[in-house]
T-cell receptor
Framework: EADIYQTPRYLVIGTGKKITLECSQT?????MYWYQQDPGMELHLIHY???????EKGDLSSESTVSRIRTEHFPLTLESARPSHTSQYLC????????????FGPGTRLTVL | GEDVEQSLFLSVREGDSSVINCTYT??????LYWYKQEPGAGLQLLTY?????DMKQDQRLTVLLNKKDKHLSLRIADTQTGDSAIYFC??????????FGKGTRLSVIA
């Protein structure tokens, strides 16, 4: 079982609030990722990091920001939440190596009213 | 750019075999993966295959890779109701993030 954790699991907030979704992994993985998942299933990569102090934007433009100050921690922040941000957010990590397997957290279900 | 395609839905009867298909476009893929997502959960790796292999079998799961046609399939033998989930195909190209398909929702009818 993968040791990657996300909090909160569910969050309902009002428009305009600032929120931070937490993601932590205890596997010492150098790479971490954030995905936004549509109700219709498709995964969209929004941010990734290949190590401390390294962050990149993914394929889907996002108003969120990320930071990677510690190897094990990769929080995602929305400065001003809007209803269009309502979605499932999945965090993942992987280790540089041949197989490149990504381990996923359980997800955060965000609802913005 | 890279693209991974899957059919969106599959419905099978309990006890039958399920076959989920996937096509990809980048011939430099090194590994190909099948992930399973159950309701309310993250994705879980089911199996993967190295690009120089044709087939991999693991208990009820059989992965077939046709590199010439860039076609990957996952066969689940004796499908059970617990196999109902969304199945994602993904490819790895070098050191970049995995490229995922849109997912196939498998429904198992008792």
């Amino acid at each position: 079982e993968a040791d990657i954790y996300q909090t909160p699991r569910y969050l309902v907030i009002g428009t305009g609030k600032k929120i931070t979704l937490e993601c932590s992994q205890t596997m010492g993985h150098d790479k971490m990722y954030w995905y936004q998942q549509d109700p219709g299933m498709e995964l969209h990569l929004i941010h990734y990091s290949y190590g401390v102090n390294s962050t990149e934007k993914g394929d889907l433009s996002s108003e969120s920001t990320v930071s990677r100050i510690r190897t094990e921690h990769f929080p995602l922040t929305l400065e001003s939440a809007r209803p269009s941000h309502t979605s499932q957010y999945l965090c993942a990590s992987s280790e540089t190596g041949r197989v490149n397997e990504q381990f996923f957290g359980p997800g955060t279900r965000l609802t913005v009213l | 750019g890279e693209d991974v395609e899957q059919s969106l839905f599959l419905s099978v009867r309990e006890g039958d075999s399920s076959v989920i298909n996937c096509t990809y476009t980048d011939s430099s893929s090194t590994y190909l993966y099948w992930y399973k997502q159950e309701p309310g959960a993250g994705l879980q790796l089911l199996t993967y295959i190295f690009s120089n292999m044709d087939m991999k079998q693991d208990q009820r799961l059989t992965v077939l890779l046709n590199k010439k046609d860039k076609h990957l399939s996952l066969r689940i033998a004796d499908t059970q109701t617990g196999d109902s989930a969304i199945y994602f195909c993904a490819e790895s190209i070098g050191n970049t993030p995995l490229v995922f398909g849109k997912g196939t929702r498998l429904s198992v009818i008792a």
